[in-house]
């Protein structure tokens, strides 16, 4: 099917391939379940307690949405059994990659920046090359920019462990096991906001790959997701 | 004859297959923990993967304690003002209208089942046994979390003054007024902070936080923390009581381990 002169290239590693999919159902299921957990009890508060009445620093009801109408419009024991269930497939899945990629070289080198690439002057020139959306021509580049590479490393080795200890902090089992973790958080309903406010980060993160993907022709991009091969010149018109 | 054979063969292995996925919690604590694995899963796991997620944050959570580990105690001069009324304030029970009508003088907690000598203790030899006072906080599922001093009885001490537990006794189902009931295992009922609380805050437990008695249950949630006890009962199974899943909650769909 594929001609010769079509200039094939593996894009994406079997493993990173299985583990993004992997990863993009556990976080919509976390998202959805997070939003039907957070409708339950529409506010937060900063430090080691809070409840209804107590001071909170945001409250949906300020935005136009009442207690009531959120406690209806979520579903909290839903929300729970799915935020579980898809935390594990999350944790899991996240250690698969870590193994299978932290053994091989070319991931590194892949996803971490090099020194040379870090000047600002290179990321200011790949940064305004992004907002005027010329990444299509960047499509065809092997590897990723410097400003790719620093939002994933930021949100593989940052964000998502972030998320991890910050769910683990508002577990009663931690008061026993670590209250350290907690303490580390300046309390309790701190480790609920920040967990919330990181999840809103990680939003918008989703938010720009989607952006990115389809400035940059979301065939080909998802194919090459998919297969793993990044296919040349042809698709490349088909898209444009 | 063979079609028939071979289409039986495929429906066997289909029940089995069934089978092994409705096992998979069990099967899950079983990898993780070998035989013993009574602490390290629910009483009844629920079908399909939301019983191995259940069973994979038990048996971790249960894996990274001991017992001697004690919750983080705050300083009494942290206790909130204003401690949230959640849930049921005031049981519409007759018989508890009728005892706090009386100040709880009649009060009197059954201890039956499989104990070695069956006794039912009043509200004031309760508070002659030995006392415990942690100033705890409270971490309520939907998200809240308050601070109070919490005064009681180990509940270990009052399963030792009903001589204590048979050999075959696995779990401890708590009833309470207004028809609440929750179970709870031997690793928590054992736990130096699970006290049956009558004093909060250096007073009478009040009535919207379970007078007379409640329980606290440190490492788990709040919809474990019982409030309006009413009769304590040692068992070898749940499956006798409500829909037989272990308590009220996990009868309703959450999860029986409330460590969270």
Redesign the interface.
Known sequence: MLKKQDNVTVRHSLNSRICHWIMALSFFYLLYSGVM??L??PELYWG???????PAIFKLEDWGISWELAERLGD??WG??YH??F??VFVINGLVYLLWNGVRKDFYLKIFPRFSELSFKNIKRVFIFQIRFSVKNDVSMPGYNVIQKLCYVFVLFILFPFMIISGLA????F???S?EL?DLFGG??TA?TLHVICSLLLVVFFIVHLVQVFASGAVTQVRTMVTGSYVGSKSEMKVQ | MKKFQSSLKTKRARLTRREIIRRGGALTAFLITGCDSQFYKPPVVRGGLMGIADTLTMATQRSLMSNDQLVQEHDPREVTQNFPVWNQSNPEDEDYQRLKANGFEDWVLPVTGLVNNPVSISLSDLKKMSRRTQTTMHICEQGWSAIATWTGTPLLSVIQAAGGIKPEAKYVMINAFGGWYEGYDMFDVSHPQTILAYGMNGKDLPAGNGAPVRLRVERHCGYKQLKFIKSIEVVSTVEHHGRGTGGINSDFGFHWYAGA
């Open positions: 957990i957070f339950h009890f080691k307690v809070g409840f209804q009445g107590y909290r024991r729970r059994n579980y269930l935390a594990w508002q577990m009663p089992a008061t026993a096991i209250p907690i309790r309903q609920r």
